[in-house]
T-cell receptor
């Protein structure tokens, strides 16, 4: 199993450009998440998807959109990138058995917006 | 007040010592608590979970939970240089789906 995979690993954008960050998991998890991590701010939830076909806003959703394409894939789109969106982006997924809330993280995408 | 608070550190300990990492949280109805380890440039990795008051041990790691004091800690015995990382405390909030993370404590273990 590859676990949670993310593409690309690195990206540099100019202000105003758009891009989509891809995430896929092969663990048959229902729930998937997008976080951003900034120095001194910890991990902040952008959007999450409790199951295929549903998405909900997290703590910092402004400037982002998401698509839960199917059970495996959850993408994050920046329509018009801004320097404030320079960050490391992590995708995570969660098993749904029992009441565990363990989240498994992908390797991250390091995004710089100039 | 932040929902989950951790001292940012760095916490410096010599090899072989006990490292004690602390975390407080504000939501009294929180039920699940997690410690993640994050090496520089890598993604967070779950190392401990705890759901009830008391201690939970796993190898060199012990998680301690005190819901009355809204306090959770992680003890690392016989600390090794390979334990040098940032340790993130995470709490399941009022929304079942979501974890709230602290900003992390950086641990440095010197040989």
């Amino acid at each position: 199993n590859a676990g949670v995979t993310q593409t690309p690993k690195f990206q540099v954008l100019k202000t105003g450009q758009s891009m989509t960050l891809q995430c896929a998991q092969d663990m048959n998890h229902n729930s998937m998440y997008w976080y951003r991590q900034d120095p001194g701010m910890g991990l902040r939830l952008i959007y999450y998807s409790a199951s295929e076909g549903t998405t909900d806003k997290g703590e910092v959703p402004n400037g982002y959109n998401v698509s839960r394409l199917n059970k495996r894939e959850f993408s994050l789109r920046l329509e018009s990138a801004a320097p404030s969106q320079t960050s490391v982006y992590f995708c995570a997924s969660r098993p749904t058995s029992g009441d565990t809330n363990e989240q498994f993280f992908g390797p991250g995408t390091r995004l710089t917006v100039l | 007040q932040k929902e989950v608070e951790q001292n940012s550190g760095p916490l410096s300990v010599p090899e072989g010592a006990i490292a004690s990492l602390n975390c407080t949280y504000s939501d009294r109805v929180s039920q699940s608590f997690f410690w993640y380890r994050q090496y520089s440039g890598k993604s967070p990795e779950l190392i401990m979970s705890i759901y009830s008051n008391g201690d939970k041990e796993d190898g060199r790691f012990t998680a301690q939970l005190n819901k009355a004091s809204q306090y959770v800690s992680l003890l690392i015995r016989d600390s090794q240089p390979s334990d040098s990382a940032t340790y993130l405390c995470a709490v399941r909030g009022t929304g079942f789906q979501k974890l709230v993370f602290g900003t992390g404590t950086r641990l440095l273990v010197s040989p």
